[in-house]
T-cell receptor, first 116, second 115 residues
Framework: AQKVTQAQTEISVVEKEDVTLDCVYE???????LFWYKQPPSGELVFLIR??????QNEISGRYSWNFQKSTSSFNFTITASQVVDSAVYFC?????????????FGTGTRLLVSP | EAQVTQNPRYLITVTGKKLTVTCSQN?????MSWYRQDPGLGLRQIYY???????DKGDVPEGYKVSRKEKRNFPLILESPSPNQTSLYFC??????????????FGPGTRLTVL
């Protein structure tokens, strides 16, 4: 069965600090997708990134970067020079061949609090 | 603007009173889905639909119904709501890439309280 674990329930940092949000996943499939979504205090879910299982290249988008390592089944998310606007709950999610990619399996989320 | 809309955004109701939460998307997506979000559990899929008149159960379908009569709409129906259905509900949609759902885009959420 598929599973996504976000062991960090809550992280507090001060503005300009770098922070890494951990995501560990489980799947028996070799073909799968990994996602990160952001849920700001307003409540909506904002798509951040999708990565497929055959592409282990790390990705950088501005202050955001993602480290995908199949050897450790991890897809970690780093925010560089954090800002107050980064305060949100961040969800890691997985979809795989076993479920026909019909659903997202979410982790329980990590709440990030960035204080000024 | 490409978006998924949900109505109502907030709803307080009483046990047993039937309700419908509407979901509509303007992106011509084939795939639509409903999730519920509960503290400590993340989001869990309730139902999904691959196209018009094609729906299937997700992980937590008990107590819910859906229909997909039009491509753009995917209402969630609670025929006899109970307090354990108090939750934050999200509708999502995506295009299909072959037989696979692509990246799912979510609506703003509906916060439901059942007393």
């Amino acid at each position: 069965a598929q599973k996504v674990t976000q062991a960090q329930t809550e992280i507090s940092v001060v503005e300009k600090e770098d922070v890494t949000l951990d995501c560990v996943y489980e799947t028996r499939d070799t073909t799968y997708y990994l996602f990160w979504y952001k849920q700001p205090p307003s409540g909506e879910l904002v798509f951040l990134i999708r990565r497929n299982s055959f592409d282990e290249q790390n990705e950088i988008s501005g202050r955001y970067s993602w480290n995908f390592q199949k050897s450790t089944s991890s897809f970690n998310f780093t925010i560089t020079a954090s800002q107050v606007v980064d305060s949100a709950v961040y969800f890691c999610a997985l979809s795989d061949l076993n479920t026909g990619f019909q659903k997202l399996v979410f982790g329980t989320g990590t709440r990030l609090l960035v204080s000024p | 603007e490409a978006q998924v809309t949900q109505n109502p955004r907030y709803l307080i109701t009483v046990t047993g009173k039937k309700l419908t939460v509407t979901c509509s998307q303007n992106m011509n997506h084939e795939y639509m889905s409903w999730y519920r979000q509960d503290p400590g559990l993340g989001l869990r899929q309730i139902y999904y639909s691959m196209n018009v008149e094609v729906t299937d159960k997700g992980d937590v379908p008990e107590g819910y119904k859906v229909s997909r009569k039009e491509k753009r709409n995917f209402p969630l129906i609670l025929e006899s709501p109970s307090p354990n259905q108090t939750s934050l509900y999200f509708c999502a949609s995506s295009r299909l890439a072959g037989d696979r759902a692509d990246t799912q885009y979510f609506g703003p959420g509906t916060r439901l309280t059942v007393l």
